[in-house]
């Protein structure tokens, strides 16, 4: 009897083990926060801000891999349902409570919850990734902004720190514009990710984007997602 070549597709198990290790990662998240509440040495608590920041950025870094992939190969499947932004957005942030307590990050929503029609799991993989950045850049406030307008919907992620330089910022565009990328980086392919993912959201011949930029209404940077 002959051993069928395709017995474990390769997409299925990616797909399984990046669920298993994203599970992981959530429960040791969970852990990470009943100890920071018995922490009680300014020392001890900013070294717990290390770590759960490198295991939220760990879930990231597994979604976007997984994505990439399935995208590479033809085998992403996009799932577009009626959302509440703001609801999607509020689930994020509780997931980050320790993380933006422990580093006293306020986050403040503006606009209103508006009803979008997209992926749910998908953008929250984009909106984490681009909120993880902002709590890397900023130096104590996220300012959150939906704005819908005849283009769409915009999702403005800000932060009072110091801007992006312009190496950065021209390293964006160039992932953008689909120029190869001399150095790889988790950056670079969080930025891939997110624009792959938005360009994915179509509608009457519109394509998705990202854009990235020092126009923070708080005067830091700006990562915005515009969904058609």
Known sequence: ????DNQLPFADVIGASVNDMRNSLGQVLYKLTGISEELDTQESKLGLQVVEYEVTRMQNVMNQLHGLYLIETDSLTIQMQEVYVFELIDDILAGMNGLLANKKVEVELRGEDICWYLDPYLMTNVLNIAILNAVRYTNDKICITLVHSEKGLSISIDDNGQG????????FNNVKAGM???EVSSQNIGWLFCEKIASLHKNQGNAGETILDNESV???GRLQVLLP
Do not use: C, F, T, W
């Not at 009897?1 to 069928?4: E, I, L, N, R």
């Not at 992006?164 to 390293?171: A, F, K, Q, T």
């Open 180 to 182: 190869s990328i001399e």
């Open 1 to 4: 009897m002959k051993a069928d």
């Open 164 to 171: 992006y330089p312009d190496v950065v910022l021209e390293r």
């Open 218 to 220: 708080i005067s830091g």
